[in-house]
């Protein structure tokens, strides 16, 4: 039995449409990630399942429950917001007991629980702190632990990660990883950073413009992506795409119009290759360089070589695309194989 | 019962006797009653009021102009002060007083006290610039013209405050020196036009004889106390005052503020007359005992009848030199109260009889106005005609413009013959 | 899949939200339709009715008994009198009766014709009363030795009046004469004029001194909060004392401004401030403009220090003067609040009824149209000519919000 | 405009006027506080204004020689040449006190004035800064003076005796060796005209109106700014719109209605009354408030298993206590400021309100300074309050209103 | 001579010194970046070199005129906000404009001074709209092109592409290296984004606490890193950093402490292994895979294998280090060589 389904789910604002139709089904303990470019309705998508917003039409049923029409207090799921949203006037101890405290449990049960995912969560130091004294990333962890306490159906978390700095966003990620671990929990998990995405989901939901654009794995979507969208949505710098009818020496599928190829598929060589073009920028970030050449015509494309290379901007190149992983696109955008 | 009493003497001092006097009432008959000092400004607007919403007082101590005004809109239940006077003896009121509250088959209220307006002026000035008592309009406007002279010496005090019943009275003495009345023996009537541009040329005159401001009775004895004035309208009150007898408002024309020297060097004048009206007038005022259709009648009447008799002694003693008593004794003696008044001290913080501070001849002449003293309307029988003009304050209103150069004279008169007509 | 369509209807979420609201807007609703909403309506129906401050109360038939001659022992006479009256003097009582009862030991000789005795019983039926109508009943009576033994008067036993009369307030009669009268004659223009005045020149000016006063404060210093502090006393403190600490201040005869203003040669005569005209007008503008002018102080103050300071540097950088800055970017910025505080303010110095009324009371050229409400309803007692007044002011009222709502929508989103 | 930007021009010309400024300011403030004739003399002070600005301006002056001209101007003074006049019966303290201070005010702030700016051709940069330095030094005297003086005259009016006003009216000097004499007026109001009660019903009157006001509004603002019901929008706007019905309007039914139901002239009718007048404004502020209260915070106690109304009492309340602070300082001022319906609708004494008190005050045969007692003693409460929670206040003024 | 010169400058904010004691020459068109951790003082030192703070000691020399106590206005410089600071009330054109405005220009002028750089930025298509009608990148061109028109002697940035979206960070971050090649002005940039850092400057002066750390190239920087603050600031995933004591088989200078290796220099592999380990995370980004490999005492250390890696958590692995590209470190952090 999955943990969550959506049946055709839609939501209106007023006469706008903001989710077309979404279908999915969660399964027990699985690490969902919803991703899509801002305003495709993540959010949204996300809040309806907690309850926060109203589900226009369509159902959702938490286990083979229908919770469409019950408030978010009766849904039994944990959420964890973008702002952390914690209780401003409370303690961390009040801020993680606090849900405990309004299904009105005994106090030493409370303790114990609020105990329990402090332990867990490594939150023992300041329990007795107010949210403003606590940096971005303590603060992500209380409310990480509100959420745990409750031994939810399922956990949302709403961009959890995006107020803080990069560092500290790479040491979270790794923490809701192992708490993933440890848990075994339904995860429902909403970003539009491809990285986190990419790192943390067994599946990955893209959005585009409230309808789910292709699910699947991360190695899936990178490699094999349903559509020019997803496509250019995941991996970074993204996949360059050029009209088929410039490029020389490849054998397409039927109906290709486009080819795709990733930067680190293209090598740079005078023999064979499949376009050619001229350096415009070289952006050197250590480990590797990016190398955007211009092929005139087939638009600019970018190349991932060494840290060291001894490229300059006018040089000409040849690009050799690593054949076995071009991926090919119809008119209509859909992926032909 | 308790009974609720407003009243329009609202000094401490002068509630304090009325405290006294209630407690006494209480003692002998068992009512408590509520003293409530009313501004007297807002006694018109409030009775109305409370009487609208059926919360009138017991008993209204009020001024002549409300008494028939009052008893016709219902506010007073006349046919207790009826009874009041009969069980009193009508035989002992004077009868002018009564005649002024009289209403077909009875009295709309009892009459208290009474007080003539009086002309004050610095009879030792006077004397120095060789003139004559202000008795006259032309008296008083040549004395203007010697003594004007600010801002040490004003020529006069004009009232000119408009909201106050001051400037009322003063207007209504006026008017009645030169012999003009809104009321006729029909009613209202047409001010005659002549006589009142007389009027009007006059009050403008004292007005621009007077310090700017609007001037009411503070003003006028203030100035004179300080020795900046030459003449002033006011009512006999400012005699203790005048003669240091009170802290308050003490005469500042020296540094001693109980001097007598102002009392001495000042003149009165209460019958004054206008070129019209060789003959003049003096203006009175009574104060009555009104028992409201609310009341709580037979404990008002109780009240009434107690003040007016053992605690009248005491409703006098409030500021003798200003309360003349209107009830002169009683059946078995009838000059009880007349005589009683004439040992009564003045004063607030120092005290003296009325006889040890001025002359006796000054003190008939004060006493003696109240059996001539008239309003508008009294002997034609339409007071309450003339009280309901005087309440609009339409007139002060007016002449007010006037002096403050708003209209010409004979425009004023139209404009007050339409404004008077429009009071219903 | 999906329809093209949005859903009909709310969802049960939706309705359980909106029930909770109505829920807790309820007792607010409740209370304020009570005040505002009905005495508005109030307002509307009194201004078409013929009715002053005396006729709240409605005509009734007042009584007295009392037992007239001194009998002292039985077999005397002596008459017992009721005196009854129409309390109004000119509306009308119908069917105006009374009953009582005759105190033991009183023996009735005569009874009036229009009365009835049966037993002790007494009934007299009195027919419809004229306003101001009065009716003396006298009955002589012998007295009994009961009476002397009860001491019971016959005002003991109360009498019970009957007779109805119309009140003004709940009747149909209708009147346009309040209209008339408020617009009758010269006056109303001058009013409205003075209003217009006073409203015009008091919002500007508290605004500009307000932009004054902020650009005065709008820096960090030490003791800048103090003068913040200050600055708004004249609007915190109680109305009534300030308004009589100016009457004081500019009193023609002892107000240290006028000895001031000679002392310094600046005029040789008091100036007679509030009595004047048209000073006085002017006077009780600049009292509005003082005491205002914290307000508009406060929120242009509150809304340069949220103009980012980001603006300015980069003026700075630009190589704009102060004056250029002030002129180009702080005066367009504060557009907005100014024009918001111009109509909240010119709505509400309009409303403005207090600071006139102790300062002038209307008189000396100063009369508003809400002191006016006052007037007319209260010195004049004629209510319903206050209420006409008032009408108009709502009138006025409903112009200015209009626009306001039109404008405001588009530059504060409300 | 350009011609003006040279220092020799800038600097006399705001010296001529600073000068007028300062001796008008200096005279104002010994006039009022010596009761002494002080005024100052408008040419001498353009010409002494001008010449010292020009000799700062130009630096013409080492410090040393900056202090011999400060001297010097108070001699000039002193010798009745100067910027400002003194009168013959003035002490000389008064009079040395005054010239010194002009003086030294004068040449220490025209040094802050033209500090920055160069003798010769200024930029439009230097010529502005000198412009509005000199418009700020302007600007505090005036708005201090007109802010303080009219209370300054309430305070020590309320400290004389009427005969001591009417000699002197500018005399506000105090003779502290009357002692407690000085307080006479406040004796009298507490002992013989009923103060303490008045205070006492003003203060019930307040607190209770704050209490009910908070106990209608906070529901109500809730559920505008929170909650999504049809009719929001105009719900919303008529809060707006009720706020801008004049009170006279209102008083005159509500007057009528309570006469007629005995409500008049009871405490209990002006506390039913009151809360009405400020709900509006409490509604619109707190709305205010609510709707800038992260949304988040709430659907986390929603998610945490709580109903709305637990969320309101739990989360919105606590949070919200400074909005909370700040509406019930302002429905407090309004309550214990408010004049209008408490003069039309209490008679008895001894059910005044302080407003009301004090209004009647004014109109009897009582001298002014008991007036100006009675106005400091309703002004005291509500400065203290105000001084002490400014931030609290003022933020309740700019939420709420722009109502006076 | 060069544009622009820092002279042991100070910053004092009462008895804080936020900037303590810098030293540097900025040449003639040279494309400087300034970057460091939050609070380092970055748009500090920006501002005191526009003369928007107060230099509390030090000079700042601008040609060879000493600018410190000149106003912003005096100095010539243009400088771009990280808000962009428009003018809300103003259209595009009156914004551009306005410096010249300021300035007195006849209108004439302006008005061509004002073409010229919306051609430059393309800003032609919207000059008469307001800010905010404009998208972000948009704006920042605004911003850009206000600066343009007074023809400067230096361009100020502070973290101009900090408030756009990941994409539209990159194609800005290409446009204003375009500029760069086009007016060929000098440059002064600060940032907090190590990647615009790296492909956008000539030099990079990485700042720490107010102090200069390193001044250099970007492949000096990631090359040969001065300290262990600049090591661990400059490439993603950052160095990692282990204890000389528990890597074996390495040579190392003397009084080397801890030693530094880039994820892209391990390879995996038992022979000849410096640490073992057990991976603890695997973090797929498509084209990559970055493994955490738990070492023990030697911490976690981070390699970068190709994205179709097999490894699972749990594999034991061997981390082979490519000795030439090793860094060391002594007690005092600074690096050994
Ligand atoms: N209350 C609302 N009323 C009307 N439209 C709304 C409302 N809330 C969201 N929307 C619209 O719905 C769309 C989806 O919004 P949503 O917040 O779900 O996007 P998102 O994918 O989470 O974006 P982001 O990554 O920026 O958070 C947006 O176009 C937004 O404008
Ligand atoms: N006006 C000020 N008063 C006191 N301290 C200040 C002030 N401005 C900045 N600081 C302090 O100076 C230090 C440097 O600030 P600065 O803004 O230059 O940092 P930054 O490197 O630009 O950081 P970020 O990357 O966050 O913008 C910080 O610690 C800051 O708190
Ligand atoms: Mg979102
Ligand atoms: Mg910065």
Chains 1, 5 share one sequence.
Request: glycine share 8%; with cysteine.
């Amino acid at each position: 039995m999955p943990s969550l389904t959506l049946k055709a789910v839609e939501k209106w604002f007023g006469e706008v449409q903001v989710i077309k139709g979404v279908d999915l089904e969660i399964e027990e303990g699985e690490f969902v990630i919803f991703v899509g470019p801002s305003g495709c309705g993540k959010s949204t998508l996300l809040r309806m399942i907690a309850g926060l917003e109203e589900t226009s039409r369509g159902q959702i049923l938490i286990g083979d429950r229908d919770a469409t029409a019950e408030p978010p207090s009766r849904r039994g799921l944990a959420m964890v917001f973008q702002s952390y949203a914690l209780y401003p006037h409370m303690s961390v101890r009040d801020n993680v007991g606090f849900p405990l405290k309004s299904a009105g449990l005994p106090p030493a049960e409370i303790k114990e629980k609020v105990d329990e995912a402090a332990r867990v969560l490594k939150l023992d130091a300041y329990m007795d702190r107010r949210p403003k004294d606590l940096s971005g990333g303590q603060r992500q962890r209380v409310a990480i632990g509100r959420s745990i306490v409750r031994d939810p159906t399922a956990f949302l978390f709403d961009e959890p990660l995006s107020n803080l700095d990069a560092a500290l966003r790479v040491e979270m990620r790794y923490e809701i990883a192992k708490l993933h671990q440890t848990l075994a929990a339904t995860m429902i998990y909403v970003t539009h950073d491809q990285v986190e995405a990419m790192t943390l989901a067994d599946r990955i939901v893209v959005l585009e413009f409230g309808r789910i654009a292709q699910v699947g794995t991360p190695r899936e979507l990178y490699e094999r992506p349903a559509n020019l969208f997803v496509a250019q949505f995941i991996g970074s710098p993204k996949m360059n795409i050029l009209p088929a009818a410039h490029v020389r020496g490849l054998t397409l599928a039927d109906g290709t119009v486009d080819v795709g190829i990733r930067p680190e598929h293209i090598t740079l060589g005078m023999d064979g290759a499949h376009v050619d073009g001229v350096v415009d920028i070289l952006e050197y970030l250590g480990a590797d360089t990016f190398v955007v050449v211009d092929c005139g015509e087939a638009g600019k494309l970018t190349v991932r070589v060494a840290g060291d290379t001894e490229l300059k901007p006018g040089d000409a190149v040849g690009l050799i695309f690593n054949t076995t992983r071009t991926h090919g696109f119809d008119s209509a955008g859909l992926a032909v194989s | 019962e308790t009974l609720r009493f407003w009243t329009t003497e609202e000094q401490p001092e002068r509630l304090a006797r009325q405290e006294q006097m209630a407690a006494d009432f209480a003692a002998a008959s068992g009512h408590t009653v509520e003293v409530i000092p009313v501004t007297e400004s807002d006694l018109g607007t409030r009775a109305t009021a409370a009487f609208a919403a059926g919360d009138l007082p017991d008993v209204i101590y009020h001024p002549l102009q409300y008494a028939l005004p009052w008893a016709e809109a219902g506010i007073l239940d006349t046919d207790a002060a009826t009874d009041v006077v009969e069980n009193l003896g009508a035989g002992t009121f004077a009868s002018g007083a009564l005649g002024m509250a009289a209403i077909e088959g009875g009295y709309a209220s009892v009459p208290v006290d009474g007080w003539t307006q009086m002309l004050v002026y610095r009879a030792d000035k006077f004397e120095e610039a060789g003139l004559e008592p202000p008795t006259s309009y032309a008296n008083v406007l040549a004395a203007v013209e010697k003594l004007h002279n600010p801002p040490e010496m004003y020529g006069f005090v004009a009232a000119t405050k408009i909201d106050e019943n001051f400037m009322s009275q003063v207007l209504e003495h006026v008017f009645l020196a030169n012999g003009v009345s809104p009321v006729g023996a029909d009613g209202i009537q047409e001010l005659d036009e002549a006589a009142t541009i007389e009027v009007l040329e006059f009050y403008k005159a004292i007005a621009e004889a007077s310090p700017p401001g609007d001037l009411y009775w503070d003003q006028s004895r203030t100035l004179y106390f300080s020795g900046n004035a030459a003449m002033i309208i006011w009512s006999p009150f400012i005699l203790d005052e005048l003669a240091g007898l009170r802290d308050s408002a003490p005469p500042t024309i020296n540094d001693d503020p109980t001097s007598k020297d102002l009392a001495a060097a000042t003149g009165i004048v209460t019958n004054f007359s206008g070129p019209s009206n060789p003959d003049g007038a003096a203006w009175g005022d009574i104060r009555y005992f009104g028992i409201t259709s609310d009341a709580s009648t037979d404990a008002a009447m109780e009240f009434v009848e107690f003040s007016m008799n053992d605690g009248y002694g005491q409703t006098l003693a409030i500021a003798p030199e200003g309360k003349f008593p209107v009830r002169r004794g009683t059946a078995d003696n009838p000059t009880q109260f007349a005589d009683l008044w004439a040992t009564l001290d003045v004063g607030v913080d120092r005290k003296a009889p009325l006889g040890d501070l001025y002359a006796q001849e000054m003190i008939d002449e004060i006493v003696g106005g109240l059996d001539v003293a008239q309003r508008w309307g009294v002997k034609e029988g339409q007071l309450a005609v003339a009280s309901k003009i005087i309440n609009s304050q339409v007139i002060n209103r007016l002449v007010r413009e006037f002096i403050d150069g708003e209209r010409d004279a004979a425009a004023t008169v139209a404009e007050l013959n339409s404004a008077i007509a429009g009071v219903e | 899949m999906s329809d093209a369509v949005p859903p009909k209807g709310t969802g049960p979420l939706a309705r359980l939200e909106a029930r909770l609201a109505w829920g807790l807007l309820l007792p607010t609703i409740t209370a304020v339709s009570l005040v505002v909403i009905l005495p508005l309506l109030a307002i509307f129906w009194i201004s078409i009715k013929p009715v002053s401050l005396a006729d709240l109360r409605a005509p009734e038939v007042v009584l007295r008994e009392d037992l007239r001659g001194s009998p002292a022992a039985a077999g005397d006479e002596a008459t017992i009198r009721y005196r009854l009256r129409n309390s109004s003097q000119d509306q009308p009582i119908i069917g105006v009766t009374f009953t009582d009862e005759v105190p033991e030991g009183l023996e009735v000789l005569e009874v009036d014709p229009r009365c009835t005795l049966e037993g002790r019983d007494l009934s007299c039926d009195l027919g419809d009363w004229e306003g101001g109508a009065r009716e003396t009943l006298t009955f002589p009576v012998t007295v009994g030795q009961a009476f002397l033994d009860n001491a019971l008067r016959p005002q003991d036993s109360e009498a019970k009046v009957t007779g109805s009369a119309s009140n003004v307030l709940t009747n149909t009669t209708f009147t346009w004469d309040n209209f008339a009268r408020v617009f009758d004659g010269d006056e109303f223009w001058e009013v409205l004029w003075v209003t217009l005045f006073y409203t015009v020149f008091g919002t500007v000016g508290a605004l500009l001194f307000g932009l004054f006063a902020a650009l005065l404060l709008n820096k960090s210093f030490k003791g800048q909060g103090i003068l913040r502090g200050l600055y708004l006393f004249p609007y915190v403190s109680p109305i009534i004392a300030v308004a009589f600490a100016w009457i004081i201040l500019f009193d023609p005869f002892s107000g240290s401004a006028n000895a001031l203003l000679i002392q310094m040669g600046v005029t040789s005569e008091a100036i007679n401030f509030f009595g004047e005209r048209p000073l006085a007008l002017i006077m009780v503008t600049i009292f509005e403009i003082w005491r205002y002018f914290p307000l508009s102080f406060l929120f242009i103050l509150a809304r340069m220090q949220s103009i980012d300071t980001d603006m300015y540097e980069a003026a700075d950088m630009d190589g704009a003067s102060p004056f250029q800055q002030f002129w180009a970017l702080s005066v367009p910025q504060l557009l907005g609040i100014l024009s918001v505080l111009f109509l909240l303010r010119f709505i509400w110095t309009f409303n403005k009824f207090d600071d006139i009324f102790l300062l002038t009371g209307g008189n000396a050229g100063t009369r508003t149209l809400t002191v006016n409400v006052y007037e007319q309803a209260f010195a004049v007692s004629n209510i319903g000519a206050g209420a006409a007044v008032a009408v108009v002011i709502f009138g006025c009222l409903l112009l200015f919000s209009a626009f306001f709502f039109k404008f405001i929508s588009q530059e504060e989103g409300l | 405009m350009s011609k003006l930007r040279y220092g020799f021009v800038t600097g006399p010309v705001l010296g001529a006027l600073w000068m007028v400024v300062l001796s008008t300011t200096v005279a104002v403030a010994m006039s009022f506080a010596t009761g002494e004739a002080f005024r100052p003399h408008i040419l001498l002070s353009l010409l002494w204004g001008a010449i010292i600005g020009y000799t700062i301006s130009q630096r013409l002056g080492d410090f040393w020689g900056e202090v011999m001209g400060t001297a010097s101007l108070v001699i000039l003074i002193l010798l009745g040449m100067g910027p400002l006049v003194v009168g013959e019966d003035a002490s000389s303290f008064a009079r040395v006190f005054a010239a010194v201070a002009l003086s030294v005010a004068f040449s220490w702030s025209m040094h802050l004035i033209l500090d920055d700016m160069p003798a010769k051709l200024l930029t439009r940069h230097e010529f502005e800064a000198a412009v509005i330095k000199f418009l700020t030094g302007f600007g505090y005297i005036f708005f201090t003076a007109i802010v303080l003086i009219p209370f300054y005259v309430m305070v020590l009016t309320s400290l004389k005796n009427q005969s001591e006003l009417i000699q002197n009216p500018l005399d506000f000097s105090i003779e502290l060796s009357k002692g407690a004499e000085l307080f006479r007026s406040y004796d009298e109001l507490f002992t013989q005209f009923n103060f303490g009660t008045y205070l006492l019903n003003s203060f019930g009157i307040s607190v209770l109106t704050v209490l009910i006001t908070l106990l209608f509004a906070v529901p109500g603002a809730y559920a505008v700014a929170r909650l999504r019901f049809q009719g929001r929008a105009a719900f919303s706007r008529s809060i707006l719109l009720i706020y801008m019905v004049p009170m006279i309007v209102l008083a005159l039914p509500i007057y009528i209605a309570f006469s007629m139901t005995g409500l008049r002239n009871s405490l209990l009718g002006i506390i039913l009354i009151y809360p009405v007048t400020t709900i509006p404004v409490a509604l619109y502020m707190l709305q205010g408030y609510f709707r800038g209260l992260p949304a988040e915070v709430e659907e986390a106690g929603l998610m945490d298993g709580l109903s709305r109304l637990m969320v309101i009492w739990k989360i919105t309340l606590p949070l919200s206590l400074p909005a909370i602070a700040s509406v019930s300082l302002y429905v407090f001022m309004i309550a214990w400021n408010e004049f209008l319906l408490a003069f039309m609708l209490l008679d008895d004494p001894s059910k005044f309100t302080l407003t009301r008190g004090i209004a009647s005050l004014n109109s009897s045969e009582i001298p002014r300074q008991h007036l100006m007692a009675g106005s400091v003693i309703a002004t005291v409460p509500i400065m203290a309050l105000f001084l002490g929670l400014e931030r609290f206040m003022t933020k309740g003024l700019t939420a709420g209103s722009v109502k006076g």
